[in-house]
């Protein structure tokens, strides 16, 4: 199979479903704020919403800043953009920085769940090359470590998405779950 480029898991796009974190699904202002406490967003460790906890996260936070959006099974932010007044775009992008800059902050990762991080993604890569999927050697424990807050090596990075269906997609996240999607949870 063809090897992708990693891209962030907020701009795949499978099926019918397009997941992006800039699309709404209707929109109800009152009361909106930039503002985001840093108790706003509860860690979603009582019930997960998604295979995701910076998805979760994500969502519970523009929830509570208003934004009736959803979440989907893997975390991604459902909307529909067509219901998205344009006045109110810069809001939500404003709003949803803050989300995602608070769901990062909250979901640092210390060296040993890097650590762990690392073992799971070769427990994913032999997977997805079990799957038929051509995954490239991983780096080294030590590169991993290394380059993991700018280069991060995922071996989901390497699976070309568009390819798969909505049920394929969320088959083989069954089997070979990605790491990252539980990272700080």
Known sequence: MKAQTAAPWWTRASGSTTVALVALLSISLAGCTTEVAPSATPAPEASPLSMSAAGDMTYLCLRELGWEVEIDWDGGILSDSTKIPAAQLDQYLEDERACMERTWTALEVDTSEREQLYADELLTRDCL??????????PSKQVYLDTYDNELWMAWSYVDVRELNEDQY??????????QWSAGS
Do not use: H, K, M
Not at 170 to 179: E, G, H, I, K, T
């Open 129 to 138: 090359i079990a799957e038929g999927y051509d995954i490239p050697t991983p």
């Open 170 to 179: 969320r088959a083989l996240n069954v089997s070979c779950p990605q790491p």
